[in-house]
């Protein structure tokens, strides 16, 4: 019945978006000769409306007759009887209004024009059929009026309706394919009496049934004018939709005055509420525990204190600091020790990805200054500081509490204990923190590069306005003078023509740093431009030997995915957007994409072998002059990742630094709008 469901309904839905695109209303009374001008639609239409009807040989009369043998073979003692008259008086109804809604979209009327004859009245308001309270519409047809033909639909429009509706027929023909295809998700559901799906099941009381529906709906169907007056007369008591509409606008009145009591505009106080409610909820729970440690021991090694205090310090430091520049570096120093802490406690993999995520952050948190004023507004007054120091210290407080109540609360040993091995048997490799990211816990590294994709697709979205991507800036365009050029150094200003012709003139010297003669030259580092050319072969490498060792080793995509967003990061910094365009001349939304669909196909392709949904594969061969291959297909996903990560950056490097560059030195933006304001990245 689901099935059958499915395939009819979705199919009169997109039959009905098509009438509605090709005559622009989907008022039954503005229809008319529809099918005859649409006759592949008014085909794909008939067999989905003769399947909803449950008309012989369809999958809706195979799955409605199993329905009522069904409820026909129930317990005397329950409601089965009842039940059965509802659903044959439903299945009347749905007989009845599965004609009238064929007929009217398709028939051709005697008394009605096609509806591009039709026009409203000058003073009505007519979308589809419905006017506006003190209108009225003329909808009788205009004497004089010139028919215009209806607009024929793409075929690309029609042709997913009527596989559906098409569908639904070869499956009744075929009641064994509908079987084969929905016997896997019938056994989930509790065990019943044996049955099999049959067009043909004989003269049952069931089949007698059927044609009395049939009959009752036809009728019906053909008495509609009457059935359409009495239902007019009768008394329809208040409109459903007018309680609706006047529900939602008083709740919407009543969020208005709850949102400006709440919401006032403040971060701190949100953020306050937020964690006052986290301390009063999971604070006052950790304290009533009984499974708090008998014993405790501050540290290890002494590494681990200075570490500790290093972050200690560092955030008390960034919440009195009144730069914002300032605040940032102290909490990449915190983010470094909290690095330095996973090293000392034996986590590599999660050292190296936080030190690397900290680099990255630390840029853009740079790159998003250029646009914010140097300092914070004004600090809080000294009663509103205390009251946030409490609440930092309770959350703080709070956290401790979970981190040592939580082990003792364990009743049963935890599954990571078998990961180990776990990872190894199933997922080909001994790193067990990349393994689990691409096989154990597979689906939430997904979510999580989807994630990524969103946030580097709304980055760009709020910098690029009308085209995402932006421009890939290269070398070879930057010919005209710009205002990078430009210094307060009376030097730089005469040397402006010589290094314009350097830029203009060919050189038969191959640069390494292409796009360094764009920038003036009191911008440019001599000794940071050697720096990244001995650095930046060595990056793309490490990255590429931290994807493909990752399996076995401290690594990964996501951390491989960083360190070439590094590399790119130095060569923007080295060269500004110029040098970007040299080093990435991609769009990041085609690496985004591309890494996105790789991941996801791995997972499908696993699903195509037999296997289930991002499975991974073992493969061991033997190459000649290599010696022996051990290959996973997880690795592929990490491929994935990889991409993402690396499309992430970029993209965030195209939209908050060479798009705000470009900004700044054509003047598109009143900040960068004269050379006493905050100069670009490409000029520092």
């Known amino acids: 019945m689901l099935g059958a469901h499915a395939m009819f309904k979705a ?7 098509v009438v509605d695109a090709a005559t622009g209303t989907r008022d039954l009374r503005r229809l008319s000769g529809v099918g005859r001008a649409l006759p592949l ?16 040989p369809f999958a809706g009369y195979v799955a409605k007759e199993a329905g009522l043998e069904a409820l026909g073979h129930l317990d005397e003692g329950s409601a089965g009887p009842v039940v059965l008259v509802a659903v044959a008086l439903g299945s009347v109804l749905t007989v009845a209004y599965g004609l009238r809604l064929w007929w009217g979209a398709f028939a051709t009327k005697c008394a009605v024009v096609p509806a591009s004859a039709l026009v409203p009245d000058s003073v009505a308001t007519q979308v589809d059929g419905a006017s506006s309270p003190g209108t009225t519409t003329r909808l009788e047809p205009v004497v004089g009026a010139e028919p215009a033909p209806v607009t024929k639909p793409s075929l690309m429009l029609v042709w997913p309706a009527m596989i559906l509706a098409v569908l639904g027929l070869a499956v009744a023909l075929l009641p064994q394919l509908g079987e084969h295809l929905l016997q896997p998700y019938a056994e989930t ?7 099999h799906l049959a067009l043909w099941a004989g003269f049952t009381p069931t089949f007698v049934l059927t044609l009395g529906i049939l009959a009752a709906g036809i009728a019906l169907w053909l008495v509609r004018d009457r059935v359409e007056r009495l239902q007019s007369g009768a008394y329809r008591g208040p409109e459903a939709d007018r309680i609706y509409r006047r529900f939602m606008r008083r709740l919407d009145d009543v969020a208005a005055d709850v949102t400006a009591v709440t919401q006032r505009g403040s971060l701190p106080l949100y953020l306050g509420i937020i964690l006052a409610v986290f301390v009063l909820s999971v604070g006052l ?15 290890d090694q002494p590494a681990q204190v200075v570490f500790a205090a290093a972050t200690i310090v560092s955030a008390a430091l960034a919440a009195r600091a009144r730069r914002r520049l300032k605040a940032v570096i102290l909490l990449g120093i915190g983010g470094y020790s909290v690095a330095g802490l996973f090293l000392l406690h034996g986590a590599p993999d999660l050292a190296l990805t936080q030190v690397l995520v900290e680099t990255v952050t630390l840029v853009v948190f740079v790159l998003v200054l250029r646009r914010l004023p140097p300092y914070f507004s004004d600090r809080p007054l000294a009663a509103s500081r205390w009251v946030r120091l409490g609440i930092g210290l309770a959350v703080g407080l709070t956290v ?8 003792g609360a364990r009743i049963h040993a935890p599954v ?14 001994h790193n067990i923190v990349n393994v689990t990211l691409v096989d ?3 689906w939430d590294t997904m979510g999580e590069i989807s994630v990524l994709l969103v946030a580097a697709t709304g980055v760009a979205s709020l910098v690029f306005l009308s085209r995402r991507g932006g421009q890939i800036f290269r070398a070879d365009e930057a010919r005209q003078e710009r205002r990078v050029w430009a210094g307060p150094d009376p030097m730089a200003r005469l040397r402006r023509a010589t290094d314009q012709a350097r830029v203009d003139a060919p050189s038969t010297d191959r640069e390494w740093l292409r796009a360094g003669s764009t920038l003036a030259p009191q911008r440019r580092s001599v000794i940071f431009e050697v720096v990244v050319r001995l650095l930046y072969q060595t990056m793309i490498v490490y990255s590429l030997f931290l994807l493909f060792s990752g399996h076995n080793a401290p690594g990964g995509g996501f951390a491989a995915g960083l360190v070439t967003g590094i590399a790119l990061i130095v060569r923007y910094l080295a060269g500004g957007r110029y040098e970007l365009g040299e080093a990435a001349p991609v769009q990041p939304g085609l690496l985004l994409g591309l890494g996105l669909f790789l991941s996801a196909g791995v997972g499908l392709f696993a699903l195509v072998l037999g296997g289930s949904v991002l499975q991974s594969w073992i493969i061991d061969i033997h190459l000649p002059l290599i010696g022996d291959l051990h290959l996973v297909t997880s690795l592929f996903f990490d491929v994935g990742v990889y991409l993402v990560v690396v499309g992430l950056v970029l993209d965030i490097l195209r939209s908050l630094g ?6 700044a030195e054509t003047g598109e933006d009143a900040a960068f709008g004269s050379d006493d304001g905050v100069r670009s990245g490409a000029e520092r």
């Open 11 to 17: 199919a009169l839905f997109l039959v009905v978006g």
């Open 41 to 56: 639609t008014a085909l794909a239409g008939a067999l989905a409306t003769a399947s909803m009807i449950g008309l012989p």
């Open 189 to 195: 559901y509790p065990e019943g009496e044996a049955g």
């Open 285 to 299: 729970t950790t304290i009533t525990q009984t499974s708090w440690p008998d014993t405790l021991r501050a540290f």
């Open 400 to 407: 401790a509490g979970v981190a040592l109540v939580a082990p």
């Open 416 to 429: 990571s204990e078998d990961f180990a091995e776990e990872a190894v048997r199933w997922g080909g490799g």
């Open 440 to 442: 154990i816990r597979a």
């Open 658 to 663: 060479a798009e705000l560059d470009r900004r």
